[in-house]
Each structure stands twice: as C-alpha cells, then as structure tokens.
C-alpha cells in the first residue's frame, strides 16, 4: 500500500486561515469529515466559531473525529450519512432539518472514494458514482430549504463540491449516471474501468456545480439568488484516499502507477483543503466559482480556475440526476 514516510508540512494553509473573518453564528454542514480535507475543514470552521454538522458514514472513524472536534472545544454535531444508501441520504437531510432549524450556511460535499471496483450499491448505481455525486445531488436537493433559510437570515449560503484533476480526459456520459452499476466497464486488465468511473463521477461534481447555478437563476426568486453554488479541487494530496483505493483491491500495476504518483507529487492534507476552505468561507466569492491549484498534477495556492463549461454535459447531468434519485423537483 502506498503511503508516505512522515505527515506533509502545510506550506500555505496556516497563512490563508489567518485571513479568515469570524464563522461564530453560522453552521457549515460538510460530508465525509473523518479524515483527510473534510476533517481539516471541519476543524478550521470550528475554530472559527462555526457551528460543524459531520454527515459521516457511522464508524469508529466519525466517533473520533467527533470527539477530536468537541474535545477542542468545537460545536460539533455527528449526522449519520451513508452516501452509498439513498435511503440514508434522505434520513440524514431529515436529522439537518431537525438540528438545524436556523438554517446551513454552508454544504460541503466533499467525501469521495476514488478506484473502487465495479460494484453496484444497494441502489443499483455505480458505486463511485452514487458516493461522489449522486448522494450529494439528492442531499443539496433535500436540505435546499435550509440553505434558503440562512441566505434570508445572513445574505448568503453555500454549496461546495469537491472535484479532482482527474475530471478531465471524456465527456460525461449518461451510462455513467444510470443504474449500471456493476457494469462499467470491469476490473479487467488493464485495470482502466477503476479510473474511467472516477473521472466521470468528479467531472459530476463540476458539472453539478454549473448545473446547479444555473438552475437557481432561472428557477428561483431573486432573493436565493444568494446561493453560491462552488466547487474546488485539491491537487495531488496525501490524505487517506490512497490507501482506501490501495485497500479495495487496487493492486494491479496500473493502480500502483497513479498511487506513487500521485503520492510522490502529493502535498499535506491542509494544503489540498485550500480550496474548499476557500469556497466555504472567504468573503466575496462569486457564483459559479471553480478553485484549486492551477497546475496540471500538482498542488499550490487555490486559484480561481477558467470556467470549464459544457452545456451539453450539465443537462444531462441535471436531468440523469433528478432520474436516479428519483427527485421531481430540485427545489421543493
Ligand atoms: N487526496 C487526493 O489526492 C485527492 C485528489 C483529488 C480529489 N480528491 C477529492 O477530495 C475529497 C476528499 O478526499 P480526501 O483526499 O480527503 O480522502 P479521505 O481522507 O479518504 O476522505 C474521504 C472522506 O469521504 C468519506 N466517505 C467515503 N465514502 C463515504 C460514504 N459512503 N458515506 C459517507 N462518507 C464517505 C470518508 O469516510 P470513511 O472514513 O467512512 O471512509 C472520508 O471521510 C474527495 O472527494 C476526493 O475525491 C482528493
């Protein structure tokens, strides 16, 4: 399994969070925050004086990270989360509505998976596809009143996805987004389907984000129109991504490949959350908004990207989307 000898030194991280105003008032609701850019995330809200709702999958994983947060002092919250069930989704944006009656300023989607084999989730869907972005999209949907009710109560709210650099390489494709899983495209040798499934679910979140603030222009009254819908990418990050992917089975010698790679360019974990941090909480961000290190493969400071936009591709996202989970209207 690859793995790096000693925890990477955050270069920029500690200087930006210094430019960081107060979140004391505000709740930021992020997903998968028990390790890696989540778990960084989560601690720098908290420090800020933001409320931290952790939509974790239940583990001894999330009681840690839990009990890290609350033991510093942090107002933190566990909601149980399983992106790989849309039936968890759905209970988890209940247990938000419940505990979060003043609104959520922020949604992080950030958990991922990353080179899973071809494997169906209870629901039928692409294992990657459905954890990365199908249940993000039906919790961004799901929890849209919330969001609604900080923007009316603070002037803004948030949406943040969490792409990669490996969204690039092919077009969305539909196939991707239906109930195909288990049948896209193998674990056979070479080993590429692993890798295809990836790309396509991160492009998702890209074209989520696009999608998404689209749809709240055309869709909603103006005063929504303080829903930001972002996304960041990471770089190169030596969080514990790899060895999960390492873990379920990516030994073949393609994997090992993109893995050391990855992990010989890799920055720390606080560096590859710049750009989350900043979509989630620098002042004057505007919608859509695309951050991450501007180099191909490598990390650095969060930039603002060019816009990537593929209107063909964000349609049919938006309505492949609305199909799988079976929501008839994004907006309730
Ligand atoms: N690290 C990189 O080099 C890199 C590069 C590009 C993009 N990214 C993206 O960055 C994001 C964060 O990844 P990371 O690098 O910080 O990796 P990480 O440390 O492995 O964090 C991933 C998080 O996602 C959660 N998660 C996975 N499956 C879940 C499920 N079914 N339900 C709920 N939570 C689930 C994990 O929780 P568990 O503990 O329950 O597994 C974990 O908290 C991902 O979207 C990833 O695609 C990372």
């Known amino acids: ?16 969070v210094a430019t960081l105003p107060s979140m004391a008032g505000k709740t930021v609701a992020i997903t998968g ?40 002092g942090i107002d933190a919250v566990h909601v149980p989360c399983d992106l790989q069930s849309f039936a968890s989704v759905r209970a988890a944006a209940m247990r938000l509505k ?3 009656a003043g609104g959520v300023d922020v949604l992080c989607n950030n958990a991922g998976v990353m080179g899973l084999p071809d494997l169906a989730t ?10 990365n972005h199908l249940s993000h999209f039906l919790l961004t949907s799901q929890i849209w009143p919330l969001l609604e ?22 077009p969305l494709e539909a196939a991707y987004l239906q ?35 689209d749809n709240i222009a055309e869709q909603r009254p ?25 873990d379920a089975g990516g030994t073949r010698l393609l994997d090992r490949y993109i893995l050391q790679r990855t ?16 979509a989630s909480c620098q002042p004057g961000i505007s919608s859509p908004g695309f951050y991450g290190p501007s180099g191909k493969g490598q990390g650095g400071p969060a930039e603002l990207l060019p816009p990537e936009r593929d209107p063909h591709g964000e349609a049919l996202l938006w309505e492949e989307s609305l199909k799988a989970t079976g929501v008839t209207s994004f907006f309730p």
Not at 1 to 16: D, E, I, Q
Not at 60 to 68: E, G, I, M, N, Q
Not at 125 to 130: E, G, K, N, S
Not at 149 to 170: F, I, K, Q, Y
Request: glycine share 12%; with cysteine.
């Open 1 to 16: 399994m690859p793995s790096s000898p000693a925890p990477r030194t955050a270069v920029l991280y500690p200087a930006f």
């Open 179 to 213: 109930a195909n899983g288990g049948h896209l495209g193998g674990d056979g040798f070479p080993g590429l389907g692993k890798w295809r499934r990836y790309q396509q679910s991160k492009l998702a979140n890209l074209l989520f984000t696009y999608a998404l603030h």
């Open 222 to 246: 103006a005063p929504t129109l303080t829903i930001k819908s972002l996304c960041a990418h990471p770089g190169p990050t030596d969080s514990g991504l790899q060895a999960k992917t390492a």
């Open 149 to 170: 009710t900080a923007a009316d109560a603070r002037g803004e709210a948030r949406v943040v996805n969490h792409s990669s650099g490996a969204r690039r390489g092919r």
């Open 263 to 278: 992990l010989r360019t890799a920055q720390s974990v606080e560096d590859g959350a710049l750009g989350i941090t900043r």
């Open 33 to 72: 925050c028990t390790s890696g850019t989540g778990l960084v995330l989560a601690r720098t809200c908290g420090d800020l004086g933001a409320r931290v709702v952790m939509l974790n999958r239940p583990s001894p994983r999330a009681d840690s990270a839990l009990a890290a947060l609350t033991g510093q």
């Open 122 to 131: 209870g629901d039928g869907y692409d294992v990657q596809m459905q954890s």
């Open 98 to 100: 419940e505990a979060c």
